[in-house]
Nanobody, 130 residues
Framework: QVQFVESGGNLVQSGGSLRLSCAASGFTLDGRTTGWFRQAPGKEREGVSCIDSSDGSTYYADSVKGRFTISGDNAKNTVYLQMNSLKPEDTGVYYC???????????????????????WGQGTQVTVSS
């Protein structure tokens, strides 16, 4: 089956850290970009971060800059999201998906629909307690 498999979610206290993994199954990340997204209860899914496997370029939502770090291991076909200084508002289900160009993460870019991303996984739950 062609999809991402996310893991690493957990319950953590405010100020804590988690490392999420996103493993590609049935396709290669080489030549693609991979985005992390999250969805809190009652809210729309939003972009968190994205990495371009071709040159290592990274992008972050303003809400996570300086706290989250995205990285990739092409040999393992896996992308990671290191999350530090977690806040209760970081709570949600975290998903990853693929795109040709990290659409929606570029400064000034508008109108890019996250549902144009491919290979969505089932997500992993992150809960940050206050």
């Amino acid at each position: 089956q062609v999809q991402f498999v996310e893991s690493g979610g957990n319950l953590v206290q405010s100020g804590g850290s988690l490392r999420l993994s996103c493993a590609a199954s049935g396709f290669t990340l080489d030549g693609r970009t991979t985005g992390w997204f999250r969805q809190a209860p009652g809210k729309e899914r939003e972009g968190v971060s994205c990495i371009d496997s071709s040159d290592g370029s990274t992008y972050y939502a303003d809400s996570v800059k300086g706290r989250f770090t995205i990285s990739g291991d092409n040999a393992k076909n896996t992308v990671y999201l290191q999350m530090n200084s977690l806040k209760p508002e970081d709570t949600g289900v975290y998903y990853c998906a693929a795109d040709p160009r990290c659409g929606g993460f570029h400064r000034g870019e508008v109108g890019y629909d996250i549902w144009w991303y491919d290979y969505w996984g089932q997500g992993t739950q992150v809960t940050v307690s206050s």
